[in-house]
């Protein structure tokens, strides 16, 4: 009996997006989808609108997976800083199977710039990030644990912007040591 073709679709869509992240949109062709899916070209053409469709589908299943765990980690129990700590030392140490960099830092260089599509689709997930951390740091403000005369809203951006440094760092080689320094440095401005 054949598999549902949505159990297909999602074993897709995740091979696509692990394919694009480690490769980027242009350096992923059609042969790679095929051989990281295990799909024919017709069978992907036929369940995708096209390589571009595929690539948005893959963007929103990292931002489903990866924002989802944002928002969980900064609405638990932790104190604010360790909740910070934490999303710094994903990026440090990001899981083994994980390519290298991160697909949003990807996607914002390569295709935002002339792809008004994936351009919105980034910054509606880049203000869910900041958001979640943004309350995180209100609410480790109201605790006391982050002094209460700092910008939530300009150290949320500032937690992006450091994530997104060193998945660009990592992506180019750095050393474990120097991107554990930026992160260390970065837990001085909490």
Not at 170 to 186: W, Y
Request: hydrophobic share 40%; charged share 25%.
């Amino acid at each position: 009996m054949a598999r549902p073709r949505t159990f297909e679709e999602d074993r897709a869509v995740e091979a696509a997006m692990r394919a694009f992240w480690d490769a980027g949109y242009e350096g992923t062709s059609t042969q790679d989808l095929c051989a990281a899916t295990g799909l024919g070209r017709s069978s992907i053409y036929n369940t995708f609108d096209s390589k571009r469709d595929l690539y948005e589908r893959a963007l929103r299943r990292y931002h489903e997976e990866r924002t989802s765990a944002l928002i969980e980690l900064m609405d638990s129990d932790l104190p604010a800083p360790e909740k910070i700590r934490t999303v710094l030392w994903q990026a440090v140490d990001p899981q083994a199977d994980s390519p290298a960099g991160c697909l949003v830092v990807n996607s914002l260089v390569e295709l935002a710039p002339h792809d008004a599509g994936i351009a919105t689709l980034l910054r509606r997930d880049g203000d869910r990030r900041v958001a979640a951390l943004r309350g995180a740091i209100e609410r480790g403000q109201a605790r006391g644990e982050i002094g209460a005369d700092k910008d939530a809203q300009a150290l949320a951006h500032f937690v992006v912007a450091t994530v997104s440094g060193i998945s660009v760092a990592a992506r180019g080689g750095t050393g474990r040591a120097i991107l554990e320094s930026i992160a260390k440095t970065a837990m001085t401005a909490f």
